[in-house]
């Protein structure tokens, strides 16, 4: 008798534990703005006014960061000034803040959740107005998303909007995106279906669009010289790319030493003489979700850009590094003061900026230790570095300065908070992205010789949940193959003594990202970290899992031998986590799901085909279910046929290839008009499955992309996940709508 009531004791208290109403609602912990597009005034250096998106010298458009008062610029004159934008439960708005009183306010109104992004924000170089995208871009047959199915079709245009709004309203210029606004300030060039375009910044009722120039291939990467005299772009022309100049004057145009690879990543020298760029051989076999530890090498060249002669300036050693890995930053290389060119390089197997005299000479180390370079940017003056590391933190990002011509990093932040993004004002100024545990991304300020604060504080909603949310611990379990695996663990408030929960093991997209130990600087993983916050609060564990092919901890963790397509060897941290959970005293082994979206959705369905004894259920956001039908949407020159072991071992890599052995339950969400993994991908596992008995649910949201674009989206889908995990290991009453 004692033994039946201990027993139903702790099932009473396992029950109540699981069914206590939570403490907040998905709308509540989804309601804050997220912040994105952080640039700065003037922006960008040398005069070369350009944006995110077109490759400017000076990360993302922005003017680039240093240290708080290094980044003073002689002859820069009038009000500090920064701008970004907010994506306010899909209202998104640009916003701005301005010296003495950095009290952020949005110059644009626009009020509905409707789907339509905003992105590439640039200044004027009067700091006067701010030239804007309206809209995504375009799918594979050229049309723009349309997320809520609008009868007029999707918009991708370009804007501006005056800071001061006695300066006037928000005006469309044109249809198109990429704007770089030229230096003397009176038009904007942007790309329009692969081609240059422009328009007069007046206003006028004449006002046309026209093109500069016309070329063979797709226009990218515009970016202006310092003088306003010559345009540089990209010309893509699917194998190969060159770098072009085209001359305003005379209406001229020449390619930079054009060759048989991929040229691009343009700078201009502060003379507007030289432009930089980068080269990469050329590669016919596909690499993409295959480890790339090496590879012919690449190199940085200098070249004259009357005449396009170039020569080369620096070529990458053969082993670690040879394969170039990017950063975060919009532009690859910075022509800094001193005539050096600052650039991204994995020579010890973690990616590290260099700086390189431009008249020749070896590379130095401007960033050393055992951690990765993410967000970088140049401060106006050309003189410091500003960027964001793992370094000493390999779970978080903060904020580093290094001085352009060497000496060593300067941490500018620390502690439990996560930083990213920053930008520098002509005054000393800092701004940057920041948000931690509890408190979610917004933007930030240290004003020159002035203490940190947010930039809108009054933006984030009273009902955001932040005191009830917990903070993850670390964690760190084995593989089955013994590698180390790094995750983030939230576990329920208020649990029983003694009670087993149900436990979730998440896994983000990509491969190459990372989930950290607070809220994510992507806005769609920034939702996902909202999601794991709201389930713990329903009773879940929850693991987030860092598996092998991500970023953060170095090249031989990303290229990850036989991951993805070429083995799946990231299974064996799913199976690592699930043995981790089944080993905690306060999971029960019985009650184990997953969910991820895009390749977490990968590791979901490959999970549940695999593993149906250890995984219960499964919700998979637009996964990847057969990579041979996935690559050719990354790469269309993709032919199976053409080495067909790789193929062969790109389908067993595949959760298709073991849809025999599924048997749990499982939601599959997608969007119609997804450009990264096709819809036709859930559309044929939901039919394999179907044929086998598995209990099949759904949820499709008509023409929207990968990346949900409609807030109201992201909240159907996760209340329908949340929903269908609780009714399949809690036993909880509901039916599902499909």
Same mark, same amino acid.
């Given at each position: 008798?004692?033994?039946?009531?201990?027993?139903?004791?702790?099932?009473?208290?396992?029950?109540?534990?699981?069914?206590?109403?939570?403490?907040?609602?998905?709308?509540?912990?989804?309601?804050?703005?997220?912040?994105?597009?952080?640039? &700065?005034? $003037?922006?960008?250096?040398?005069?070369?006014?350009?944006?995110?998106?077109?490759?400017?010298?000076?990360?993302?458009?922005?003017?680039? &960061?240093?240290?708080?008062?290094?980044?003073?610029?002689?002859?820069?004159?009038?009000?500090?000034?920064?701008?970004?934008?907010?994506?306010?439960?899909?209202?998104?708005?640009?916003?701005?803040?301005?010296?003495?009183?950095?009290?952020?306010?949005?110059?644009?109104?626009?009020?509905?959740?409707?789907?339509?992004?905003?992105?590439?924000?640039?200044?004027?170089?009067?700091?006067?107005?701010?030239?804007?995208?309206?809209?995504?871009?375009?799918?594979?047959?050229?049309?723009?998303?349309?997320?809520?199915?609008?009868?007029?079709?999707?918009?991708?245009?370009?804007?501006?909007?005056?800071?001061?709004?006695?300066?006037?309203?928000?005006?469309?210029?044109?249809?198109?995106?990429?704007?770089?606004?030229?230096?003397?300030?009176?038009?904007?060039?942007?790309?329009?279906?692969?081609?240059?375009?422009?328009?007069?910044?007046?206003?006028?009722?004449?006002?046309?669009?026209?093109?500069?120039?016309?070329?063979?291939?797709?226009?990218?990467?515009?970016?202006?010289? $310092?003088?306003?005299?010559?345009?540089?772009?990209?010309?893509?022309?699917?194998?190969?790319?060159?770098?072009?100049?085209?001359?305003? *004057?005379?209406?001229?145009?020449?390619?930079? %030493?054009?060759?048989?690879?991929?040229?691009?990543?343009?700078?201009?020298?502060? %003379?507007?003489?030289?432009?930089?760029?980068?080269?990469?051989?050329?590669?016919?076999?596909?690499q993409i979700f295959r480890p790339q530890r090496e590879a012919t090498p690449w190199s940085i060249r200098v070249a004259d850009a009357s005449t396009g002669a170039s020569r080369l300036l620096f070529r990458a050693e053969p082993g670690k590094g040879s394969a170039f890995r990017e950063t975060a930053a919009h532009a690859q290389l910075f022509w800094a003061d001193g005539d050096r060119i600052v650039f991204p390089w994995e020579r010890d197997g973690w990616t590290h900026l260099y700086a390189i005299p431009a008249g020749g000479g070896p590379p130095a180390l401007l960033t050393p230790g055992d951690s990765e370079v993410e967000f970088v940017a140049l401060s106006p003056d050309r003189r410091t570095v500003l960027y964001n590391s793992n370094e000493g933190d390999v779970d978080r990002r903060h904020?580093?300065?290094?001085?352009?011509?060497?000496?060593?990093?300067?941490?500018?932040?620390?502690?439990?908070?996560?930083?990213?993004?920053?930008?520098?004002?002509?005054?000393?100024?800092?701004?940057?992205?920041?948000?931690?545990?509890?408190?979610?991304?917004?933007?930030?300020?240290?004003?020159?010789?002035?203490?940190?604060?947010?930039?809108?504080?009054?933006?984030?909603?009273?009902?955001?949940?932040?005191?009830?949310?917990?903070?993850?611990?670390?964690?760190?379990?084995?593989?089955?193959?013994?590698?180390?695996?790094?995750?983030?663990?939230?576990?329920?408030?208020?649990?029983?003594?003694?009670?087993?929960?149900? *436990?979730?093991?998440?896994?983000?997209?990509?491969?190459?990202?990372?989930?950290?130990?607070?809220?994510?600087?992507?806005?769609?993983?920034?939702? *996902?970290?909202?999601?794991?916050?709201?389930?713990?609060?329903?009773?879940?564990?929850?693991?987030?899992?860092?598996?092998?092919?991500?970023?953060?901890?170095?090249?031989?963790?990303?290229?990850?031998?036989?991951?993805?397509?070429?083995?799946?060897? =990231?299974?064996?941290?799913?199976?690592?986590?699930?043995?981790?959970?089944?080993?905690?005293?306060?999971?029960?082994?019985?009650?184990?799901?997953?969910?991820?979206?895009?390749?977490?959705?990968?590791?979901?369905?490959?999970?549940?085909?695999?593993?149906?004894?250890?995984?219960?259920?499964?919700?998979?956001?637009?996964?990847?279910?057969?990579?041979?039908?996935?690559?050719?949407?990354?790469?269309?020159?993709?032919?199976?046929?053409?080495?067909?072991?790789?193929?062969?071992?790109?389908?067993?890599?595949?959760?298709?290839?073991?849809?025999?052995?599924?048997?749990?339950?499982?939601?599959?969400?997608?969007?119609? %008009?997804?450009?990264?993994?096709?819809?036709? =991908?859930?559309?044929?596992?939901?039919?394999?499955?179907?044929?086998?008995?598995?209990?099949? =649910?759904?949820?499709?949201?008509? %023409?929207?992309?990968?990346?949900?674009?409609?807030?109201?989206?992201?909240?159907?889908?996760?209340?329908?996940?949340?929903?269908?995990?609780?009714?399949?290991?809690?036993?909880?009453?509901?039916?599902?709508?499909?």
């Amino acid at each position: 008798m004692r033994r039946w009531i201990a027993l139903l004791v702790l099932t009473v208290a396992c029950s109540a534990a699981e069914a206590a109403t939570p403490p907040f609602t998905l709308e509540q912990v989804l309601s804050a703005p997220f912040p994105s597009e952080l640039v &700065a005034w $003037p922006a960008a250096t040398n005069g070369a006014a350009g944006t995110a998106g077109a490759a400017t010298n000076g990360a993302a458009g922005t003017a680039g &960061a240093a240290t708080n008062g290094a980044a003073r610029s002689a002859g820069v004159a009038g009000t500090a000034r920064v701008a970004w934008t907010f994506n306010d439960r899909g209202a998104r708005n640009v916003w701005v803040a301005e010296a003495p009183d950095w009290k952020g306010r949005a110059v644009t109104r626009f009020p509905d959740d409707d789907g339509i992004a905003l992105s590439d924000l640039v200044f004027t170089p009067d700091g006067q107005n701010v030239v804007f995208v309206r809209g995504e871009g375009a799918n594979g047959k050229g049309d723009l998303a349309s997320p809520l199915s609008s009868s007029a079709g999707g918009i991708q245009e370009i804007w501006i909007a005056p800071v001061d709004a006695s300066g006037g309203v928000p005006r469309r210029l044109a249809e198109g995106h990429a704007p770089a606004v030229s230096p003397s300030g009176d038009r904007v060039a942007y790309v329009l279906k692969g081609e240059a375009w422009w328009i007069s910044l007046a206003g006028t009722a004449d006002d046309k669009p026209s093109q500069p120039f016309k070329t063979r291939g797709r226009s990218s990467d515009l970016i202006w010289s $310092p003088d306003g005299a010559r345009l540089a772009f990209v010309s893509n022309r699917g194998d190969h790319s060159y770098v072009g100049v085209w001359n305003r *004057a005379g209406g001229s145009l020449v390619y930079l %030493d054009p060759g048989l690879d991929r040229d691009g990543e343009p700078v201009w020298s502060p %003379d507007g003489r030289r432009v930089a760029f980068l080269r990469i051989p050329a590669v016919k076999e596909s690499q993409i979700f295959r480890p790339q530890r090496e590879a012919t090498p690449w190199s940085i060249r200098v070249a004259d850009a009357s005449t396009g002669a170039s020569r080369l300036l620096f070529r990458a050693e053969p082993g670690k590094g040879s394969a170039f890995r990017e950063t975060a930053a919009h532009a690859q290389l910075f022509w800094a003061d001193g005539d050096r060119i600052v650039f991204p390089w994995e020579r010890d197997g973690w990616t590290h900026l260099y700086a390189i005299p431009a008249g020749g000479g070896p590379p130095a180390l401007l960033t050393p230790g055992d951690s990765e370079v993410e967000f970088v940017a140049l401060s106006p003056d050309r003189r410091t570095v500003l960027y964001n590391s793992n370094e000493g933190d390999v779970d978080r990002r903060h904020l580093w300065s290094v001085p352009a011509a060497g000496g060593p990093p300067v941490a500018l932040t620390r502690g439990d908070g996560i930083e990213w993004q920053g930008v520098a004002c002509a005054d000393g100024s800092i701004a940057w992205l920041r948000a931690d545990a509890r408190r979610p991304p917004r933007p930030a300020i240290r004003p020159a010789g002035g203490r940190d604060r947010d930039l809108a504080p009054s933006a984030v909603p009273a009902e955001f949940p932040e005191a009830a949310l917990v903070v993850p611990e670390p964690v760190v379990f084995p593989a089955t193959d013994g590698l180390p695996i790094h995750g983030q663990l939230f576990l329920p408030s208020g649990r029983a003594s003694g009670a087993r929960a149900p *436990a979730l093991v998440y896994f983000h997209g990509g491969s190459r990202r990372q989930m950290l130990l607070g809220w994510n600087y992507r806005y769609y993983y920034r939702n *996902a970290y909202a999601m794991n916050q709201y389930l713990a609060s329903r009773g879940f564990v929850v693991l987030s899992v860092n598996y092998r092919s991500g970023i953060g901890y170095g090249m031989e963790f990303r290229e990850a031998l036989e991951y993805g397509a070429s083995g799946a060897s =990231e299974y064996r941290d799913v199976v690592g986590a699930a043995n981790y959970l089944r080993s905690r005293p306060d999971v029960d082994p019985a009650r184990i799901a997953l969910w991820g979206g895009s390749y977490g959705g990968y590791l979901t369905a490959l999970g549940l085909a695999r593993n149906s004894d250890l995984f219960a259920a499964g919700v998979d956001f637009h996964g990847v279910h057969d990579w041979t039908k996935v690559i050719g949407n990354f790469e269309q020159a993709y032919d199976p046929a053409a080495d067909p072991e790789a193929a062969k071992l790109a389908y067993r890599s595949s959760p298709m290839a073991d849809v025999a052995t599924w048997r749990s339950p499982v939601l599959l969400i997608h969007g119609d %008009d997804d450009r990264n993994v096709p819809f036709a =991908e859930s559309v044929t596992l939901a039919e394999a499955l179907r044929k086998n008995g598995v209990d099949v =649910e759904e949820l499709v949201f008509a %023409d929207e992309i990968h990346d949900f674009l409609v807030h109201a989206h992201w909240v159907e889908a996760y209340k329908r996940s949340a929903e269908f995990l609780e009714r399949r290991l809690k036993g909880s009453r509901g039916a599902p709508t499909h």
